[in-house]
C-alpha cells in the first residue's frame, strides 16, 4: 500500500524560529510535492521536486526553502516562521509513470504565533 | 494558466445520489482526478480518468467526462454519511514535470 508519512501532525512555532516539515514516501517515486492549504483558496503548490537535490518552484515559493537530498525524503524549511504562514501543509509523490496520481501524507498543521 | 473550478458546497440526503461537478481550462489534459477530504487529513486520491475515457466506473462512484465541454462530474450513488468530505477535483498538467492542478474543492453535505 502506497505511503506518504509527515513528521508532525501538529505543530507550534514562534514568529522568527527556522522550521523544518519533513516528509517520506515509500513507494520509489521520483515526485515530491509541498502545498498549503487555506481555507477558501485550496491547495497551493510550494515546491516539487522530480529527483534527487532537483527543485522547482511552486505558485507560492517565497519564505520557503526545499531540500531533497534522498530519494524517498523531502524536506520544506521554513526559514523564518511569520504569521502569515499559519496554514496546513501537505506532502505528495507521484511516480513519473502511470497515471502520475498524487499520494498525500496526512497533513501537517503549523500555527506561528 | 490552468484553472479548475468547483462550487464550494453541496447538501444532499443520505441514500441519494451525489454529483459534484468540475470544469477546466487545459485543452492538453491527460489524466482527470478525485480526491476525498476528510476533516484534519490528507486527501486521498478516489479514482482517475485518462482523456481518452468518456466513463468510469468504480463501484458506487461514477466518473463522467465530456472533453468537448471541459467538463468533469464524480457521480456517488447511495450517498452515507461517511461520504461527507470535501472533493477536490484536479487535472494533470501536461506542460511538463507532472505538476497537477486542483480546484478549491466542494463540500459535500449528507443529512441523515
Known amino acids: 500500500d502506497v505511503k506518504v508519512t509527515q513528521s508532525s501532525r501538529y505543530l507550534v512555532k514562534r514568529t522568527g524560529e527556522k522550521v523544518f516539515l519533513e516528509c517520506v514516501q515509500d513507494?520509489?517515486?521520483?515526485?515530491m510535492f509541498w502545498y498549503r492549504q487555506d481555507p477558501g483558496l485550496g491547495l497551493r503548490l510550494i515546491y516539487f521536486s522530480y529527483d534527487v537535490k532537483m527543485k522547482e518552484k511552486g505558485d507560492i515559493p517565497e519564505g520557503y526553502s526545499v531540500s531533497r537530498e534522498k530519494k524517498e525524503r523531502f524536506s520544506l524549511i521554513l526559514e523564518s516562521a511569520s504569521t502569515n504562514q499559519t496554514s496546513m501543509y501537505l506532502c505528495?509523490?507521484?511516480?513519473?509513470?502511470?497515471?502520475?496520481?498524487?499520494?498525500f501524507g496526512p497533513g501537517t498543521r503549523l500555527t506561528v504565533t | 494558466g490552468e484553472d479548475v473550478e468547483q462550487s464550494l458546497f453541496l447538501s444532499v440526503r443520505e441514500g441519494d445520489s451525489s454529483v459534484i461537478n468540475c470544469t477546466y481550462t487545459d485543452s492538453s489534459s491527460t489524466y482527470l482526478y478525485w480526491y476525498k477530504q476528510e476533516p484534519g487529513a490528507g486527501l486521498q486520491l478516489l479514482t482517475y480518468?485518462?482523456?481518452?475515457?468518456d466513463m468510469k466506473q468504480d463501484q458506487r462512484l461514477t466518473v463522467l467526462l465530456n472533453k468537448k465541454d471541459k467538463h468533469l462530474s464524480l457521480r456517488i450513488a447511495d450517498t452515507q454519511t461517511g461520504d461527507s468530505a470535501i472533493y477536490f477535483c484536479a487535472e494533470f498538467d501536461s506542460g511538463g514535470y507532472q505538476k497537477v492542478t486542483f480546484g478549491t474543492g466542494t463540500k459535500l453535505q449528507v443529512i441523515p
Open positions: 505528495a509523490s507521484s511516480s513519473s509513470e502511470g497515471g502520475y496520481e498524487q499520494y
Open positions: 480518468i485518462f482523456s481518452n475515457m
Open positions: 513507494m520509489d517515486h521520483e515526485n
